[in-house]
């Protein structure tokens, strides 16, 4: 049996949205949210809440249009806003006025615009390759390989397409590794093996420029200053630069950053530098 239930909530928008629920530490248990990145899933974070269901109750959640959540019939609401306000709504829908979190690129971004409109929600943050500024050539990347996935036709053939498209981001993967990868990447159905989000995602995230999809956000990063604050680079990453971290790092009293050797955007967390460096955080700071 796992050790989560499948959980629903429904949104504003009368969206029915689906959360993976680690919920057995005990009734006071610190909980931690855990948000995935732009196409990814509650899937990713299975690494993570293993290694802290004893101590926390961990939310990992899907939004709008990925994973085991519904699809959104206008594509126009598929934005870091509505993804926001959705969390909030969950939080809302568990009691929980403030949580940890941990954010992966697209769920990073999420954390530092919660912080910013409802200052105090977020107790902590772990995040996960993303900053207060990208590299506009990693928008760009993201932009030209979202929506792209060939025709599938069997597991294996995912697992090559995977390998060959990931093989500079995930270069310490191995055979099982990336088994593993495709399985929390794809899912099957009617016979033919598909992305696991709504292809409509892409529309407005592909309608503007990289150097205007992703603004300033050094202001906005600001209510994040008094919190303690993990961030997780990728060595290779082309999204969030070696000098964001040093500038966070310099600018930000209870930050702390660790790259994780060989990585791309963005890192799977499981990885022993990553691993490592949530348990000492959440020992730190999840009480």
Known sequence: MPDFTHEYFTNSDGLKLHYRDYNTAGGDAPVVLCMPGLTRTSNDFAHVADSLKAKCRVICLDKRGRGLSEWDSDPARYHPGTYVADALELLNHLGQKSVHAIGTSMGGLMTILMQAAQPGV??????????????????????NNIGTTPELKTWEDAEQYVEKTAKHIFPYFNDDDWKWFTRITY?????????????????????????????????VFEGLKSVPVLIIRGETSDLLMQSTLERMESEYPLLTGVTVPQAGHAPMLHEKEAADAIASFANKNYT
Not at 122 to 143: F, H, L, T, Y
Not at 212 to 217: G, I, L, R
């Open 187 to 219: 899912i099957e159905e009617d016979g033919q093996i598909k992305s696991n989000y709504d292809p409509a995602i892409t529309q407005n995230f592909n309608s503007v420029s990289a150097e205007q999809s992703m603004p300033d956000m050094w202001p």
């Open 122 to 143: 977020i107790k902590s943050a772990v995040i996960n390759d993303i900053g207060p500024e990208v590299d506009p050539e990693g928008i760009k990347r993201i932009q």
